[in-house]
């Protein structure tokens, strides 16, 4: 299985992990749209022309399926993204929602929803985990965290007065959306905010428990070969995913 793996930039690599974690692919294409990051702060029409160009950078590497990694395209451009690719496209929010019901057993759970505007506006969350019944769903647009991961900012007094910027009025929820590819690098400091005892929900994470119940994987791979590329400074997007993958 050789797989196409979307985001804007280099966040989608928090996925990658978990895909490599659970020895799923032989071979993995990571494209970040390194030169147009950010996406979460772009309106609807731009994401979708983006991501449709990256089915069409993918069609030159045969791969079977591509994972979208970004929540942010995930909510907003998938089905133009399906109508152009001739494999399946998934995506994370899809993912995270199956696996938030699968995490709760109460409907009545509250819910916190983060991610960047481009996502909570689409309210993608918000309507797939209402058609599953939740009643109990806050949604919160936290992109400041997006710029502070870029800067190696994972705690520390910057992050916490953010965090606090953002959180303060939020009652404690049962569980949290990291519903943006930077958040679980800051997931401890999330966590630690509301008391440490709200399930968290990790897009990676997600994506692999939604792959493994959707297709039949008959062989683990243990030297998944992944492939960089960016559409500006691929060297940087590799220093990072040695940094956050050991590649
Ligand atoms: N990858 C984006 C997401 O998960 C975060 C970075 C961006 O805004 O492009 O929504």
Do not use: Q
């Amino acid at each position: 299985m050789k797989v196409g793996v979307f985001d804007s930039g280099i966040g989608g690599l928090t996925v990658v992990k978990s895909l490599l974690k659970h020895e799923l692919f032989e071979e993995i294409i990571y494209f970040g749209d390194t030169a147009r990051v950010p996406y979460g702060i772009k309106d609807k029409s731009t994401i979708i022309r983006y991501a449709i160009e990256a089915v069409e950078f993918f069609k030159d590497f045969e791969i079977d399926l591509i994972i979208v990694a970004c929540n942010s395209v995930s909510a907003h451009a998938l089905d133009e993204m399906r109508e152009h690719s001739s494999c399946p496209v998934i995506g994370v929010v899809e993912a995270g929602i199956l696996a938030t019901a699968n995490a709760l057993d109460d409907k009545n759970a509250n819910i916190l929803v983060l991610g960047t505007n481009a996502t909570i506006n689409s309210k993608a969350y918000e309507i797939g985990l209402t058609n599953k019944e939740f009643k109990n769903i806050e949604s919160k647009a936290t992109g400041l965290f997006v710029p502070l991961v870029e800067e190696e900012i994972y705690e520390g007094e910057v992050l916490d007065a953010t965090l606090k910027h953002y959180f303060k009025n939020l009652k404690k929820p049962d569980a949290i959306i990291l519903g943006c590819t930077h958040f679980p690098l800051i997931s401890k400091a999330i966590k630690n905010y509301f008391d440490d005892d709200s399930i968290l929900i990790h897009s990676g994470d997600a994506i692999v428990e939604y792959l493994e119940d959707k297709f039949e994987f008959s062989k683990k791979y243990k030297k998944t070969k992944v492939n960089f590329f960016s559409s500006e400074n691929t060297d940087a997007l590799k220093n990072i995913a040695k940094k956050w993958l050991n590649k």
